[in-house]
């Protein structure tokens, strides 16, 4: 190994440009005979190595920055991997023990040590894919784009009810992705966590992949799997906030070190955690090598970057007077603005191909981009839509009419940002009901409710995330103790309600105009918006070879014979899918092969089902073809 200039990388990390501080920070084999530890801890007056190798005798350690970074040398044959290890650090009269915040592995839960492992030496399988993600850096938002959110130790479990392994999940799962017909698996972080009951969004081991499910090696089998069968992997990832644990960042060595100094942004109330210091160098350089280590280390393929909104806003979750206004008179926290700016071009830099998507719920201004003072992520979850269409499907159908704004209204922004439709774990625990049970009314209308929902998610602009278990039809709310209730495909109607899910995936897979252009005007118009009265809606979306489909949207169970549609041009309509076939578990209302319109009017009669959608394609009349055509020509030309 060649030996590092340790003098530039300590300054480069304490200068918050450090993209690759892991590679140097933490436990590593640097020479043959010698492994070496290494901590930042300004506060800390004494530094100490203990390890079950030592029984957890003090080894002490040498600074050796200005800044406070910490080191110590210790044989490799005395320092195996397997062995367990923490800092300690003297801060006048306190003393702590603490985790490695760089730390490759950890002990499962409940205990809390680093474990010295080392994350070289895994046969990756996945040139290709890596090969080609990179080729697409720039052309990633017109492809296809499914994502699947679960929980890892949630999805199945053995017979005696405990969590799969890593390896016993990929092969599992990997199958089942695929013949559903999605592109990404979204798991909810993965990173160790001390209490189950976080789902991981409260992070003690930032490095480490918990020790729940496997080793470090185990996990990047997991992800190669994927890859294989042609699935991409997101990784929940939480730079907002961290618990207080006593092994964790919490006072790391022995006051606030990674958390904010001021008492008007140090604690988020709600979750009882520390916020980090986005502002300060050591912290960026800590957090955006951990992004870069995921995507490069383990070949993620994005990362959802969690509670973005907690981040940008010095009053969120402060009441008036609780909070600071910046130098502008503003509550923008203008430090994490410039975080994420850096994150997020350090990104494109170091892991092109590699996927910044944004939880935020707010307004905030260019999310997406970086032009502009853009954050530069390259998605955004679409909270918006989300609640609105939540909002309006919860509704007994007779009073949706009142309420048909909540069903377009996201078509006036919907080409402000680049979006993913999320109906995630968030919506279906805490009361809120499962996916299924959201939906009002009898047993039948729940199952149509759910079809014709989803339905609208995947034909509208943006890309789409389902979580595990709305796809069967699971009652109950999710629970991270238990598995998807599989059980349920014994019964018709959720076998039938799976088989849907899996047939509306393909249709979005093989059909580009549901897809290739989600990002503009140009893929979408409206045919009918304003038909609140019959609670119907239909619109085109098109690809950008011109092909289009036509989509028609009943959110009432009531059927329409002889509805009048307008369409785009005269031409032949096939129908290509209906989610009220009888297959689905609907009541059969659809419209044969192809529906023809000939005449100037350009409106076709259709037979419109209840609670339900029908997509047709449009093969437009070789006159009309050469029209439109020769318009795009002379538009081109004024360009």
């Keep these: 190994m060649p030996k590092r200039d340790l003098q530039s990388d300590f300054y480069y990390f304490h200068q918050g440009t450090a993209c690759r501080a892991y590679a140097y920070m933490g436990q590593h084999l640097e020479e043959e005979n010698q492994r070496v530890f290494r901590v930042w801890a300004p506060n800390a007056q004494a530094a100490f190595l203990i390890a079950d190798f030592s029984d957890w005798q003090e080894i002490p350690m040498r600074r050796v920055s200005a800044g406070g970074i910490w080191e110590v040398s210790v044989p490799a044959a005395q320092a195996k991997p397997g062995a367990c290890y923490k800092y300690r650090f003297r801060n006048g009269q306190k003393t702590v023990d603490k985790a490695d915040p760089y730390g490759f592995f950890m002990e499962k839960p409940p205990a809390t040590a680093s474990v010295i492992v080392d994350i070289d030496g895994y046969a990756w399988k996945d040139d290709g894919w890596l090969a080609f993600r990179a080729s697409q850096a720039q052309t990633y938002y017109s492809r296809a784009m499914n994502i699947y959110e679960m929980h890892a130790g949630s999805w199945r479990r053995r017979e005696d009810g405990s969590a799969l392994s890593w390896r016993e999940l990929a092969e599992q799962l990997a199958p089942y992705l695929k013949q559903m017909g ?46 294989g069968a042609g699935i991409g992997v997101i990784l929940d990832w939480v730079p907002a906030h961290f618990p207080k644990d006593a092994h964790g960042l919490y006072e790391f060595d022995g006051q606030p070190l990674y958390e904010y100094q001021g008492a008007d942004r140090q604690e988020h109330r709600g979750w009882g955690t520390r916020c980090f210091d986005v502002g300060r160098e050591e912290v960026q350089s800590f957090l955006i090598s951990d992004a870069v280590f995921w995507a490069q280390v383990y070949h993620a393929d994005g990362l959802r970057v969690d509670a973005v909104a907690a ?329």
């Design 182 to 227: 999605y592109t990404h698996v979204e798991l909810m972080p993965v990173m160790e966590h001390p209490f189950d009951g976080s789902w991981g969004y409260q992070v003690c081991g930032y490095y480490a992949p918990t020790a729940r499910f496997g080793t470090p090696q185990d996990f990047m089998y997991f992800v190669d799997t994927m890859h």
């Design 311 to 639: 981040m940008l806003y010095l009053d969120y979750d402060r009441l008036p007077g609780e909070w600071i206004p910046n130098v502008y008179g503003t509550n923008e926290n203008l430090e994490a603005s410039a975080f994420f700016r850096k994150l997020n071009t350090t990104m494109k830099r170091e892991a092109p191909g590699v996927l910044m998507i944004a939880e935020e719920s707010t307004a905030f201004a260019n999310i997406t981009g970086l032009a502009h003072n853009g954050l530069g992520f390259d998605l955004k979850w679409n909270m918006g839509w989300m609640n609105d269409t939540l909002f309006y499907v919860q509704k007994e159908c007779v009073y949706r009419k009142y309420h048909h704004d909540k069903l377009t209204f996201s078509l006036t922004y919907a080409f402000a940002e680049r979006y993913v439709l999320p109906i995630s774990h968030d919506e279906v625990v805490h009361g809120k009901k499962s996916f299924l049970d959201k939906m009002p009314e009898d047993y039948w209308r729940k199952f149509a409710g759910v079809r014709v929902f989803a339905a609208w998610e995947m034909t509208h602009p943006g890309k789409k995330l389902f979580f595990m278990g709305c796809e069967i039809g699971q009652f109950t709310e999710w629970d991270y103790r238990a598995e998807v209730e599989w059980q349920l495909l014994s019964y018709d109607s959720h076998a039938a309600l799976q088989l849907y899910f899996a047939e509306l995936n393909h249709l979005y897979l093989r059909t580009p105009a549901l897809w290739e252009q989600d990002d503009s005007w140009q893929g979408f118009a409206w045919m009918d918006a304003d038909d609140a009265q019959e609670s119907i809606i239909s619109f085109c979306r098109t690809d950008r070879a011109g092909r289009s489909v036509l989509v028609i949207l009943n959110f009432t169970p009531a059927t329409y014979e002889g509805y009048t549609q307008r369409v785009p041009a005269a031409g032949e309509y096939r129908e290509i899918f209906n989610s009220d076939s009888a297959r689905y578990g609907g009541s059969g209302v659809t419209n044969g092969d192809t529906v023809f319109c000939a005449g100037p009017e350009k409106t076709i009669r259709l037979r419109v089902p209840p609670l339900g959608c029908t997509v047709l394609s449009v093969e437009e009349r070789e006159e009309n073809k050469e029209s439109k055509e020769e318009s795009q020509r002379e538009d081109q030309k004024a360009k």
